[in-house]
């Protein structure tokens, strides 16, 4: 029994041995539930997990899914990190598996991650923007619209605050309030469409309330979004007449019909615009007047006679809405139109001659007598007679002696005798002349048409009493020194009046003395050179010498002459030194002063010298003033700069010229030495070196460093080698002489064998260069300790591969290949990394991937674009799975070069730009460019060529009415270096009459049939847009600075400069005072155009005016028309025969009038009658007689407010004629302005009346409203209609 037992407890031992042998438990985790802040940053720690182990083994941790991308794990210490971004409001809670093991078992696990809200989101607005249309006359305080914005945010972070940042226009911003919990807009002040802004732009804020997390800064995001409110007009205001007072002019007898006046009224409603209708209320002298009730044209509707209704005549106008308004009737305003009556012009001033004051006949030919040379009045017994009503009539003179006399009076407005003036008394002279003929001109000044010539004999009486004169008292002659004999000085000529000295005139030179040197011929009075020798500057400059002329009778005159000799450029400059010679150390300055004098007249450029230096290697280092002769250095002198052959040592040619003509110079040799001083330190020719060596080799060679000093002499550029730190007595260095420096050998020590199995596998050296004046320089040196007893891998090379873009194929495209010495070996391949060259430089990219096998394949989940790159690096590492000692991979890396073939897989496009293309009267000729366009093609070599081509051509007039056109335009390709450029040019000459604009398709399609296209505005601008501008500089100068004179004038105007032409103004009917003329037009994006008028306002801002004054800009203007040559004769016979028939229609009226006369005086007797007994406030005392020009005291107006029946009184039957009872009006305006372009009297200008085709040219009923046009207010312009009151005229004045 006892030997059973003791084999139980042997067995229980055994087991219990066993079962104590394998009790090793599973790690445990503890924590499951962790916060982890959305908005903590990749790499960021974030927690640790708790996880605990029985016997405290070694714990390794791992992440596995769920969720694993989003964090990595400390596999030693279970310290978490976050690896990707996360997002609470996509996963607000995740799981994370865990996996925890300690050698011998594993546990998993799932822990509950959740993420903390970090307000991360911006308040996002809803059904944005927020546009709305509202009355003007919506109440205050009505709720116009809600904004709305959510945030994905929780808590504070999504709670929203809004609010109005911004209003425009500012005077907006009290008129709209929000509600900022609920984002209700509500309007807070009163809308205005009239006087107010009709449009705004309100900014709304929405900004949340805020929060942080993982940082201790809170965050606050806000939105923006816009509203825009547009304001609608109502109708509640009455018309308004623009450009008030109004006054009108219209001549007596002109034509029914015509246009007098045009009043403009307003609806102050501009939203609403209603039409108005306008009518006559009261009229001073009814009927008139007729006014058109759609333009309010006042217009003449009978017959006018200025002595019926008087100088005046008033108007009431009345301007009604079509339609009702608000209070539901149609409002209305009134107006007063003034028109003056115009009495005519119709007879030509006449000459006279009279016998006393009551016996004048007409008369055509006057003589007179006078005395040569006599100064004073001639008498003619002429009068002139200008028998019109108010008379102004200008004198003048013409005939080949005009100039001899004057006539008085030049101006009169009354009659008048006229007198001969003698103005150039020497002109009257009996040997010269013995009779003179005038015409005296008379013109009307009011109507030049109207004129008479009257033709004046003067004749001469002689006498004989003069002398020679010289025309000057003295003469400063020049004359160069040693000119030759016979070098005639000048020809100076006496002048004699009287005949019988004409020609016989005598020369001589005094005092005798001067003739050594000058003399003259006594016939002409020509002064020459005597003696060429003898004049030397040198030696005197300056004679002076009396010239003498006596005429017939020995009657003598002189004058001074005073002979300057000048100087001529005979000497060089002489320089006081052969050669220059200078010492100086590097980096100092160098001022030498080179000196020079001159020979020659010192008050001449003969003696004035310059310095300048020759050019040469080195010149550019150095500068010399060219008046002082100071050599100094332009920048620091360094003699390593120089080329170490000199030695150190600048030759330079220093010049010494004068300013003569021609120039003489004198060269002088500066010799510049450079001293060399230490001021480089030692530099190593690597910033750092890596060696190798094997192990067990005494006294092995490790590599060489190499450094230099720059300086260039021996004393401070030679170079000792020492290692002063990480050699731990294992490396010695020797310094060797070497080509462009020194070299220090790295060797082991000949005691030292390394050791590959020792601590030390690798060495840091401090290796030292120093000069002799011990500036040192220090480099790192790494040597590495190499294992004999294994064998890398190496790859070999690879050659380039080439594949097309947006190729898609699975197999192989390339491979790397690598060799091992090794006999048994396994190679594996690993993509260490993959570069994509882009625009010229390597970024990373993932192209293509790498199998173990080393076979290079496309990535199916990218794209090959060549436009995108061009080329791909590869770089790969090849391991030796089966490698026991030693490193297993190759020492580089082997390298794939990838090239990424293009195919044409893109259009061309079109390259936007701004410019604005126009049609001009100049450049609508066949084959003229009008326009450009630009395109590129992303591909390249033939791919990207491309061909621009004119695909269609339609015109859009100014109705937007378009229509297709044949092909007028055509494409020219161009190329600048890779932009392909496309001219548009004219195919046939253009329709100019044409307004709109061109729409003008153009396609660019490249060598594969890929195109685009693109449409092209063209506009047609018409040549009355033309502007002038007059430059005072040449045209050489204009043209060299027409870019900037282009941005002064683009920046004036903010318009696009299309400039036709540049020429010089040479044409006298040019009207500006400049030496050149740039034509150009000014036209905006949109095909707007300016007139002259608009860009001389805009360029005579200050701003502007000061730059383009700069420039040369003189004055503006249109076109200048320039008259065509006319003959005189012709328009001579025409004013004779015009002549004619107005003296029969004088006659012919004057028979009419005169039975009209007698009427008329029966008419005004009675009517005196009658105006005794009536009487006025309005009016002075005393009779009056109403219906005629007849007034009872000065200044009196009798046709103004008298309740008299005119037909009664003055017995106007049917026999009387409408001329009693009607006048006429011919001008549109009564304004008086001053032309500033034209030196003329004050004319009344003429307002242009409105065109009713924008599609034709103006129409005007009168020739002077279509000449002065141009000069007015043109159809839809935008300026408003001015008004000018006339002064000079008053209802009693005319």
């Not at 605050?161 to 900022?180: C, M």
């Not at 107010?196 to 923006?224: E, M, V, W």
């Amino acid at each position: 029994m006892s030997a059973d037992m003791e084999g139980i407890t042997g067995i229980m031992i055994v087991l219990c041995l066993i079962g104590l042998s394998n009790a090793n438990t599973s790690p445990t985790i503890n924590g499951v539930v962790y916060e982890v802040c959305e908005d903590a940053p990749i790499d960021a720690y974030v927690f640790t997990i708790n996880a605990t182990d029985a016997e405290n083994d070694i714990l390794t941790y791992s992440l596995v899914a769920p969720n694993a991308e989003y964090f990595t794990v400390d596999k030693n210490t279970g310290s978490v990190s976050v690896k990707n971004t996360l997002d609470r409001e996509l996963i607000a809670v995740m799981e994370l598996g865990v996996v925890v093991e300690d050698g011998s078992y594993t546990t998993r696990g799932k822990l509950t991650i959740i993420l903390l809200e970090a307000n991360d989101n911006r308040p996002i607005f809803q059904n944005s923007p927020y546009d709305i249309e509202i009355p003007e006359n919506t109440p205050v305080g009505a709720s116009l619209f809600r904004a709305h914005a959510t945030d994905g945010d929780t808590s504070n972070g999504a709670v929203i605050q809004y609010s109005i940042d911004e209003v425009t226009p500012n005077d907006g911003v009290s008129l709209f309030s929000i509600v900022p919990v609920t984002g209700e807009v509500r309007l807070s002040g009163r809308l205005n469409y009239t006087a107010l802004s009709t449009f705004y732009r309100l900014k709304i804020n929405a900004t949340d309330g805020g929060g942080s997390c993982f940082y201790n800064t809170t965050n606050y995001f806000s939105s923006i979004a816009f509203s825009f409110i547009t304001v609608k007009d109502v109708p509640d205001l009455n018309p308004q007449f623009i450009s008030i007072p109004y006054v009108g002019r219209v001549e007596e007898n002109a034509p029914l019909g015509q246009s007098v006046f045009k009043v403009t009224a307003l609806d102050q409603d501009t939203g609403v615009n209603d039409d108005i209708i306008y009518s006559i209320q009261e009229s001073t002298a009814e009927g008139l007047f007729a006014i058109s009730t759609t333009d309010g044209i006042i217009s003449v509707l009978s017959h006018i006679d200025r002595e019926d209704v008087g100088d005046t005549v008033t108007l009431i106008v009345k301007a009604t809405e079509s339609k009702a308004n608000i209070h539901g009737f149609q409002a209305n305003t009134t107006a007063e139109v003034q028109i003056n009556i115009i009495d005519v012009n119709d007879n030509r001033p006449e000459f006279y001659k009279c016998a006393d004051e009551l016996h004048c006949v007409v008369e055509s030919h006057f003589t007179g007598e006078v005395v040569e040379h006599w100064l004073g009045s001639v008498f003619i017994n002429m009068t002139v007679k200008d028998l019109d009503k108010t008379a102004q009539t200008d004198l003048t003179l013409e005939g080949d002696d005009k100039d001899v006399f004057s006539v008085q009076p030049q101006f009169t407005t009354t009659d008048s005798i006229v007198q001969l003036q003698v103005k150039e008394p020497q002109k009257l002279d009996f040997e010269e002349k013995q009779q003179m003929v005038l015409q005296v001109i008379a013109i009307d000044k009011k109507e030049p048409a109207f004129h008479s010539t009257a033709t004046v004999t003067i004749n001469i009486k002689d006498a004989n009493d003069n002398s020679p004169t010289f025309p000057q008292d003295t003469y400063k002659l020049n004359v160069i020194e040693h000119s030759p004999v016979g070098t005639i000085l000048a020809t100076l000529t006496a002048e004699d009046p009287d005949t019988m000295d004409q020609g016989k005139i005598t020369y001589s030179l005094l005092p005798d003395s001067i003739l050594l040197y000058f003399d003259v011929e006594p016939r002409t009075g020509a002064v020459y050179v005597k003696n060429a020798t003898l004049l030397d500057r040198e030696v005197r400059s300056l004679y002076s010498a009396t010239l003498q002329a006596r005429d017939t009778d020995g009657k003598p005159g002189s004058t001074v002459l005073e002979i300057t000799v000048t100087d001529i450029n005979d000497h060089a400059p002489i320089i006081n030194r052969d050669t220059y010679r200078e010492f100086v150390k590097e980096g100092e300055a160098l001022e030498l002063q080179i000196e020079a004098t001159d020979a020659d007249d010192s008050d001449t450029e003969n003696s004035q010298i310059v310095f300048g230096i020759v050019p040469s290697k080195y010149s550019d280092n150095f500068t010399i003033n060219p008046d002082t002769g100071v050599l100094r250095n332009t920048g620091e002198l360094d003699r390593e700069a120089l080329d170490p052959k000199l030695n150190g040592m600048i030759e330079l040619n220093v010049t010494a010229t004068d300013k003569g003509t021609p120039s003489l110079s004198t060269m002088v040799t500066v010799i510049i030495n450079v001293e060399d001083v230490n001021d480089n330190t030692p530099q190593f020719k690597a910033s750092s070196y890596k060696f190798s060596v094997k192990e067990g080799e005494k006294g092995a060679f490790v590599g060489s460093v190499l450094a230099e000093d720059l300086d260039q002499t021996t004393e401070f550029n030679r170079i000792s080698f020492s290692i002063i730190e990480g050699s731990f007595g294992s490396f010695i260095i020797r310094t060797f002489a070497d080509e462009g420096g020194y070299r220090g050998n790295i060797t082991v020590d000949p005691d030292i064998e390394l050791d590959y199995e020792s601590a030390r596998k690798q060495f840091q050296l401090q290796v030292e260069a120093t000069d002799l004046e011990q500036k040192k320089a220090v480099v790192t040196v790494e040597v590495d300790v190499l294992d004999v007893n294994d064998e890398r891998p190496e790859f070999k090379p690879s050659e380039p591969v080439t594949v097309k873009e947006n190729i898609n194929i699975s197999g192989a495209v390339g491979s790397f290949t690598a060799q091992d010495k090794d006999g048994n070996h396994s190679l594996v391949y690993e993509l260490e990394s993959i570069k994509c060259r882009c625009n010229g430089s390597l970024t990373p990219c993932s192209w293509f991937i790498l199998d173990p096998t080393g076979e290079v394949r496309v990535n199916p989940e990218h794209t090959v674009d060549y436009e995108q790159c061009d080329q791909v690096l590869m770089e790969a590492q090849v391991v030796d799975e089966y490698t026991e000692k030693g490193e297993n991979n190759s020492v580089t890396a082997g390298q794939m070069v990838i090239n990424i073939e293009d195919i044409n897989d893109n259009a061309p496009e079109f390259i936007f730009s701004d410019s604005v293309f126009v049609v001009v009267s100049e450049t609508a000729s066949k084959g003229t460019s009008v326009a450009g366009v630009t395109a590129t093609d992303r591909d390249s070599g033939i791919n990207r060529q491309i061909d621009f081509k004119v695909t269609a051509v339609q015109f859009k007039d100014t109705n937007d009415q378009t229509s297709n056109m044949r092909m007028l335009f055509e494409a020219v390709t161009t190329q600048q270096k890779d932009i392909y450029v496309g001219i548009i040019q004219t195919s046939e000459t253009l329709d100019t009459s044409l307004k709109g604009k061109y729409l003008v398709t153009v396609s660019a399609t490249d060598t594969g049939d890929l195109s685009t296209s693109t449409v092209l505005e063209i506009f047609a601008i018409d040549e009355s847009y033309k502007v002038e501008l007059a430059f005072t500089k040449p045209q050489t100068v204009i043209e060299e600075s027409i870019n900037q004179i282009t941005r002064a004038l683009t920046a004036a105007t903010k318009a696009a400069v299309e400039i036709v032409s540049i020429r010089s103004d040479t044409a006298e009917a040019f009207r500006v005072s400049g030496n050149t003329i740039i034509v150009a037009y000014f036209v905006y994006s949109n095909g707007t155009a300016l007139t002259f008028n608009e860009v001389e306002k805009m360029i005579s801002d200050p701003q502007h005016s000061l730059v383009l004054i700069e420039l040369g800009l003189a004055d503006i203007g249109k076109t200048p028309v320039i008259e065509p040559e006319t003959d005189p004769l012709k328009y001579v016979l025409l004013g004779m025969v015009a002549g004619l028939v107005i003296v029969l229609a004088v006659l012919t009226t004057s028979l009419m009038c005169t039975r009209r006369n007698y009427k008329r005086k029966l008419k005004a007797a009675k009517a005196m009658n009658s105006a005794a007994m009536v009487t006025s406030d309005n009016q002075k005392s005393g009779p009056v007689v109403p219906g005629t020009n007849k007034y009872t005291m000065e200044g009196a107006n009798p046709v103004l407010n008298l309740n008299i029946d005119t037909t009664m009184i003055l017995d106007m039957d049917e026999e009387s004629s409408d001329v009693d009872k009607v006048s006429l009006n011919s001008l549109d305006s009564s304004s008086y302005m001053t032309d500033p372009e034209k030196d003329k009297p004050n004319m009344t200008r003429i307002q242009e009346e409105e065109e009713e085709d924008d599609s034709g040219p103006p129409e005007y009923i009168e020739p002077l409203g279509a000449a002065l046009a141009q000069r007015g207010q043109k159809k839809g312009s935008d300026n408003p209609h001015i008004g000018f009151s006339n002064p000079a005229f008053s209802t009693t004045d005319l």
